[in-house]
């Protein structure tokens, strides 16, 4: 998928409008159009100031992954990653409990 595609899609997700989007980035609703179209990239400090104001990753926004993670999701990842590696192993370790236990209940409930 496109930056243009994906720019649509984050935008239309968060549920803001090309004019509202461009007002944040100090520009007018028609840049955005030829984004979303496309026709014109921006700059890479546009595009970072884009993907944060649609809590989507910059790497989301130009291909460089599929998946979709959320600013709050890439928050909380951030804040693990300050931490101790003993904290980073205990967080870890809740973390693989509860996806382990998620995927148990989901098998026997199919």
Known sequence: MSFGKRL???????GIS???????????GPAIGRYE?????????????????????LDYLV???D???DGKIVNRITEIQKLSAEEQKTVFS??????????TRKAYAA
Do not use: C, Y
Not at 8 to 14: I, N
Not at 18 to 28: M, P, S, Y
């Open 63 to 65: 291909g460089k992954t």
């Open 8 to 14: 649509l899609e984050a935008r239309k997700r968060k």
């Open 37 to 57: 179209r496309d026709e014109m990239k921006p700059s890479i400090d546009a595009a970072a100031k884009m993907a944060e104001l649609l809590d989507v990753s």
């Open 94 to 103: 809740f973390l693989d409990a509860f996806l382990r236990d998620t995927k």
């Open 18 to 28: 090309q004019d509202e989007l461009a007002k944040h980035l100090g520009t007018k």
């Open 67 to 69: 998946v979709l993670l």
